[in-house]
C-alpha cells in the first residue's frame, strides 16, 4: 500500500461538479425533502433485519432437519448482505439520519456482520471514495498474489485461470472480516495514523476491537453450541453464512468498479491524477441493472454507484431519481456514465474483464 497519497487535478473547465451540484440541491429544495433517508429506509431497516436475525432464532429454537439448518444459513448470510449494504452502509456514511447518534446506531451494526466501524470507515470512506480504482491506494484493489484485479499489478501464472476460481474465493470476503482482516488493517491503519472523523487513542480501537470480537463470536459460536446444536453443525452453518454473504458482497463491488470500461488510472510524475476528483469517479465506476427494482432494492442502490461515489452524504434511497441529472449533466459535459442495462451484462463484463488481465502482460 503507497502511503504517499495523489492529488485530483483542479482543472475542471467544464465545470462538471459544481452544475451537478447545483441541480441534485435544487431538486431535494424543490421536492421538499432531506437528502438523509426516511420512513422508507426505516421499513427497509425493519425488512433487512428481520431476514437476517428470524433464522438464527429459529435455528436456536426448533430441531430441524439438517438440509433446513443450512438453508436457514443461507437465508442469514442473504439478510447480513441486506444489513450491510441498506443500513450499515448508509449509517457509516452519515446519510441514514440527520440525527448523528442514529447513524452511529446503525453503522455500528457492523459489529453483527463480523466487521469493526474503525476499520471500515478508513478503508471504504477514506481510501476508496477518495482514491477509487488507484492501485496502491484503493484497498478494495487488493488481493495479494490470488487475484489480479489492475493491468499495473504484477502477473503471476496461475492468473491465467482467475476468471475460473474468482467466484469461489469471493465467498470469504466477511469470513476474513471476522477472523483476519480486523486485525491486520487496524494495525496498518493506526501506524498511519489514519481515521475518520475523531482520532481515539489506539489502545481505545484494540479494546473495542477485541471486545466486539468476544461478543460476536459468542453470537455465532458459542451461544448455538451452548443450546446443544452439534459443534460440527454450527461451525459448518456459520461458514455457509459468510460464504453467502460474501459472494453477495464481492460481487457487487466488482460489478461497479472492476468491469471492462472502468479505468484504473494512474498519478503523473508530481503525484497528480488527470481529472478532477468528480469526474474522476465516473471514469472508475459503474452502474449496472439501473431499472430493476428487486436489484435496486436489494442492494441499497449500490447498483447506482456512480451517483452514491459523487454524493456519499445522500441516502442510497434517492439515488433512482438523481441518477438522470448526473446522466444529464455528464452527457453534456461529454464525459463517460458507464451503465450495464442488467446484472448479466454486468457479470459478463466483469469475468471478461478478468480473463483479459489474467493473460500474460506480454502476450495480452
Known amino acids: 500500500?503507497?502511503?504517499?497519497?495523489?492529488?485530483?487535478?483542479?482543472?475542471?473547465?467544464?465545470?462538471?461538479?459544481?452544475?451537478?451540484?447545483?441541480?441534485?440541491?435544487?431538486?431535494?429544495?424543490?421536492?421538499?425533502?432531506?437528502?438523509?433517508?426516511?420512513?422508507?429506509l426505516h421499513l427497509k431497516t425493519i425488512i433487512m433485519f428481520t431476514i437476517f436475525l428470524t433464522p438464527y432464532f429459529f435455528l436456536l429454537a426448533m430441531d430441524m432437519p439438517f438440509w433446513a439448518y443450512l438453508l436457514l444459513n443461507i437465508v442469514i448470510g442473504v439478510g447480513m448482505a441486506g444489513v450491510g449494504m441498506n443500513v450499515m452502509h448508509d449509517g457509516n456514511h452519515g446519510s441514514y439520519s440527520s440525527k448523528s447518534w442514529l447513524n452511529k446506531i446503525m453503522g455500528g451494526s457492523i459489529y453483527i456482520l463480523a466487521g469493526n466501524v474503525y476499520n471500515w470507515q478508513v478503508q471504504h470512506n477514506v481510501l476508496h471514495h477518495t482514491y477509487t480504482n488507484i492501485l496502491g491506494h484503493d484497498e478494495d484493489l487488493e488481493a495479494g498474489r490470488v487475484l489480479r484485479f489492475t493491468k499495473e499489478a504484477k502477473w503471476y501464472s496461475?492468473?491465467?485461470?482467475?476468471?475460473?476460481?474468482?467466484f469461489f474465493l469471493y465467498g470469504l470476503l466477511t469470513f476474513n472480516w471476522a477472523i483476519t482482516t480486523d486485525f491486520q488493517q487496524m494495525r496498518r491503519y493506526l501506524k498511519r495514523n489514519l481515521s475518520y472523523g475523531e482520532f481515539k487513542k489506539p489502545v481505545i480501537r484494540w479494546t473495542t476491537l477485541v471486545i466486539t470480537k468476544i461478543i460476536y463470536f459468542s453470537i455465532w459460536l458459542?451461544?448455538?453450541?451452548?443450546?446443544?446444536?452439534?459443534?460440527?453443525?454450527?461451525?459448518?452453518?456459520?461458514?455457509?453464512?459468510?460464504?453467502?454473504?460474501g459472494v453477495i458482497l464481492s460481487?457487487?463491488?466488482q460489478l461497479a468498479h472492476v468491469v471492462e470500461d472502468t479505468h484504473n488510472p494512474i498519478p503523473?510524475?508530481?503525484?497528480?491524477?488527470?481529472?478532477?476528483?468528480?469526474?474522476?469517479?465516473?471514469?472508475?465506476?459503474?452502474?449496472?441493472?439501473?431499472?430493476?427494482w428487486l436489484i435496486n432494492y436489494y442492494t441499497g442502490g449500490l447498483n447506482h454507484q456512480i451517483e452514491h461515489h459523487i454524493f456519499p452524504n445522500i441516502s442510497h434511497i434517492h439515488y433512482g431519481k438523481i441518477a438522470e441529472i448526473v446522466k444529464q449533466t455528464a452527457k453534456e459535459c461529454e464525459l463517460p456514465y458507464y451503465e450495464f442495462k442488467t446484472t448479466r451484462e454486468a457479470i459478463i463484463s466483469h469475468f471478461k474483464h478478468l480473463k483479459e488481465l489474467g493473460k500474460q502482460p506480454q502476450l495480452a
Not at 502511503?3 to 421538499?32: G, I, M, Q, W
Not at 496461475?158 to 474468482?166: E, I
Request: net charge positive; no cysteine; hydrophobic share 40%.
Open 222 to 245: 458459542v451461544i448455538p453450541m451452548v443450546l446443544g446444536i452439534t459443534w460440527w453443525k454450527v461451525l459448518l452453518g456459520f461458514l455457509v453464512m459468510h460464504y453467502t454473504a
Open 268 to 292: 503523473d510524475e508530481n503525484g497528480e491524477i488527470e481529472n478532477t476528483w468528480a469526474i474522476h469517479q465516473l471514469y472508475t465506476t459503474a452502474n449496472f441493472a439501473p431499472k430493476n
Open 158 to 166: 496461475h492468473h491465467k485461470f482467475q476468471h475460473y476460481y474468482s
Open 251 to 253: 460481487v457487487v463491488f
Open 1 to 40: 500500500m503507497n502511503t504517499t497519497s495523489p492529488t485530483f487535478s483542479t482543472k475542471d473547465n467544464l465545470k462538471f461538479f459544481r452544475t451537478l451540484n447545483s441541480r441534485v440541491n435544487a431538486y431535494f429544495k424543490e421536492n421538499n425533502l432531506k437528502k438523509t433517508g426516511n420512513w422508507k
